[in-house]
T-cell receptor, first 116, second 113 residues
Framework: AQTVTQSQPEMSVQEAETVTLSCTYDTSESDYYLFWYKQPPSRQMILVIRQEAYKQQNATENRFSVNFQKAAKSFSLKISDSQLGDAAMYFCAYRSLLFGNEKLTFGTGTRLTIIP | EAGVVQSPRYKIIEKKQPVAFWCNPISGHNTLYWYRQNLGQGPELLIRYENEEAVDDSQLPKDRFSAERLKGVDSTLKIQPAELGDSAVYLC???????????FGPGTRLTVL
């Protein structure tokens, strides 16, 4: 079974600065998807960014980018120019490509605080 | 396009009472998921539907939990009787068949007293 580990329960960053959230995972599969979801107090899980394991190029979405290290099974999220609206819980998630195993496996989350 | 709709948003009940949650997925999405999110944890899958069929219910506590997805659209998750440990956020998500992205609803926060 796959596992996802987020070792930083809480992080804080000054507004307009850059912060990196860590995620490691364990799998024996060679192809899969990785995601970062944001969960504000409203509880809605919002997709931030996704990465296909077969792609070597790191995904980017505006101020959000990832550092995907497949051999190290590491998938960190970098948020540049942090804004107050970025404050939320951030969850790293894994999705297998195996038929019948389409569920998302989540880490325990990192609470990000933005300091004005 | 409307997102995933869930109701109620909040529910407070006493232990041993029954409770039900409702989910309306995005139109055209064949796959529907129910996740449970305990406090301070990430969501965990309870059950996955492909149309009307429950294709993965291995994590559903079947002694007290039940779910249905009639006509392959709306779904209801029921707990009877509720226990203190069932206090959590219950999230519904949907996706087109085989698609890697899941779209989540706002969740229902259940408090069992």
């Amino acid at each position: 079974a796959q596992t996802v580990t987020q070792s930083q329960p809480e992080m804080s960053v000054q507004e307009a600065e850059t912060v990196t959230l860590s995620c490691t995972y364990d799998t024996s599969e060679s192809d899969y998807y990785l995601f970062w979801y944001k969960q504000p107090p409203s509880r809605q899980m919002i997709l931030v960014i996704r990465q296909e394991a077969y792609k070597q190029q790191n995904a980017t979405e505006n101020r959000f980018s990832v550092n995907f290290q497949k051999a190290a099974k590491s998938f960190s999220l970098k948020i540049s120019d942090s804004q107050l609206g970025d404050a939320a819980m951030y969850f790293c998630a894994y999705r297998s490509l195996l038929f019948g195993n389409e569920k998302l496996t989540f880490g325990t989350g990192t609470r990000l605080t933005i300091i004005p | 396009e409307a997102g995933v709709v869930q109701s109620p948003r909040y529910k407070i009940i006493e232990k041993k009472q029954p409770v039900a949650f409702w989910c309306n997925p995005i139109s055209g999405h064949n796959t529907l998921y129910w996740y449970r999110q305990n406090l301070g944890q990430g969501p965990e899958l309870l059950i996955r539907y492909e149309n009307e069929e429950a294709v993965d219910d291995s994590q559903l506590p079947k002694d007290r939990f039940s779910a249905e997805r009639l006509k392959g659209v709306d779904s209801t998750l029921k707990i009877q009787p509720a226990e203190l440990g069932d206090s959590a956020v219950y999230l519904c998500a949907s996706s087109p068949y085989g698609y890697q992205l899941q779209f989540f609803g706002p969740g229902t926060r259940l408090t069992v007293l």
